[in-house]
């Protein structure tokens, strides 16, 4: 599905990235009280996930207790909003995998699915909007504001602790992708589920820094962030099957037999893709490989000249 929540903003150095990350994540935790988009709850993730990167490099720059407490709420809310956006990926895969709606109509064991999923769905973001009532959110909002000055007052100045997030971007950034790198390789020689999961979550990891230094005016990471988002379009498209297969395996022990049928239709089919998937990132990992060496980011005057 779509990534609505890419970001856009024209503020340089990370400190404004970061303000503009969460005015961001903070607008779309607003619309979750009464907007159950499909896309609103994948931004709302996102969100969470790009404003966590960059705090993180803000690190002992802000305050030892208030800055772990608020990244651990980030995960929180992920951890909430988890089961509801994998009950609408999940029904969204199974659709593709039988060949649309009026097919999946047709299949008692993916009818059943199906509406097991939205019961599951519906469950899930109701407790999640219990959690996230508007005075708990602005109680947070409040305390991330005085992180950020905190961070800066400890620091001397903005332009003092933009050069020292400058550098520690940089360092970062590079950690992230020699990590990933190596990640990718041991995936693509061994092709393994497990491998290449966290070659995903590798993946995600220094897409999301180099996003943030990109924005920031760091690093001209266009290129590298283009090869990396097709990357985990694909690894994507391979959690999205495992974690339909693992579904409908517990869905198979609990349902009625009679609410059966056709099941082992549909876990050829995600047989098939798992391994169609599999095949083509160990295929393509060579290529693709030189590719992301030819379009490494590069450092670009930013904010922060003299860093």
């Known amino acids: 599905m779509g990534d609505r929540s890419a970001t856009t903003q024209t503020e340089s150095g990370v400190i404004g990235c970061t303000e503009a990350r969460a005015a961001q994540f903070f607008d779309l935790l607003d ?87 939205g019961r599951r769905r519906r469950y899930h973001l109701i407790d999640a909007r219990f959690q996230l009532q508007a005075d708990v959110v602005a109680e947070r909002r409040e305390e991330l504001a005085r992180i950020l000055a905190e961070a800066v007052n400890r620091a001397g100045s903005a332009a003092t602790l933009e050069t020292a997030l400058d550098r520690r971007l940089r360092r970062r950034v590079g950690r992230r992708r020699r990590a990933f790198r190596q990640s990718a390789r041991r995936a693509a020689r061994s092709g393994r589920p497990r491998r290449l999961h966290a070659t995903r979550i590798a993946g995600k990891k220094i897409r999301y820094a180099l996003e943030l ?62 391994r169609r998937l599999i095949k083509r990132f160990v295929g393509d990992w060579p290529g693709v490989r030189r590719r992301l060496r030819r379009a490494k980011a590069r450092r670009t005057p930013g904010p922060n000249p003299s860093a």
């Open 31 to 117: 619309r979750l009280e009464n907007d159950d988009d499909v896309e609103l709850i994948h931004d709302v993730r996102v969100a969470s996930r790009r404003l966590g990167e960059a705090l993180g490099v803000l690190g002992s720059d802000a305050t030892a207790e208030g800055l772990p407490r608020f990244r651990a709420w980030l995960r929180e809310i992920r951890g909430l909003l988890a089961p509801v956006r994998d009950a609408d990926v999940n029904r969204q895969v199974l659709v593709d995998l039988v060949g649309g709606e009026e097919k999946l109509a047709s299949i008692p064991a993916g009818v059943g699915f199906a509406e097991m999923l």
């Open 213 to 274: 230094a990109h924005d920031a005016q760091v690093l001209n990471a266009k290129g590298e962030v283009k090869w990396l988002r097709r990357i985990q379009d694909a690894l994507g498209d391979l959690n999205d099957a495992t974690v339909l297969d693992r579904r409908m395996k517990v869905f198979a022990e609990q349902a009625d037999p009679e609410r059966l049928a056709g099941m082992g239709k549909i876990a050829s089919r995600i047989k098939r893709r798992q």
